[in-house]
Nanobody, 120 residues
Framework: QVQFVESGGGLVRPGGSLRLSCASS????????MAWYRQAPGKQRESVAT??????????NYADSVKGRFIISRDNVKNTLYLQMNSLEPEDTAAYYC???????????WGQGTQVTVSS
């Protein structure tokens, strides 16, 4: 069964950058459109960026709140998903997770996530 391990989070000042990684334990990640999700305390989990099965950057979509600041990418050889986060804002503070894109809630097992805290 696939397992995700997210990493790269941390404490950063507003305006700073972080690069998150999501390593998959199997190559099955290649079969799915993938997404980065985040969940802040007291809020529902939300999708912030999605990427299609291929590796071309043209097949990506972003939530309005992160558009122009975040870049999602994938390396299907390394079975890894990335999220480059620039111009970070306090509102980006959340736990970040990766998973397949699903409109029906049919997700793969969730990883432990990686915490991003944006604060001065």
């Amino acid at each position: 069964q696939v397992q995700f391990v997210e990493s790269g989070g941390g404490l950063v000042r507003p305006g700073g950058s972080l690069r998150l990684s999501c390593a998959s334990s199997t190559s099955s990640i290649r079969l799915y459109p993938m997404a980065w999700y985040r969940q802040a305390p007291g809020k529902q989990r939300e999708s912030v960026a999605t990427i299609g099965i291929g590796t071309t950057g043209s097949n990506t979509n972003y939530a309005d709140s992160v558009k122009g600041r975040f870049i999602i990418s994938r390396d299907n050889v390394k079975n890894t998903l990335y999220l480059q986060m620039n111009s970070l804002e306090p509102e980006d503070t959340a736990a970040y997770y990766c998973n397949r894109v699903s409109s029906s809630g049919n997700y793969l097992p969730w990883g432990q996530g990686t915490q991003v805290t944006v604060s001065s």
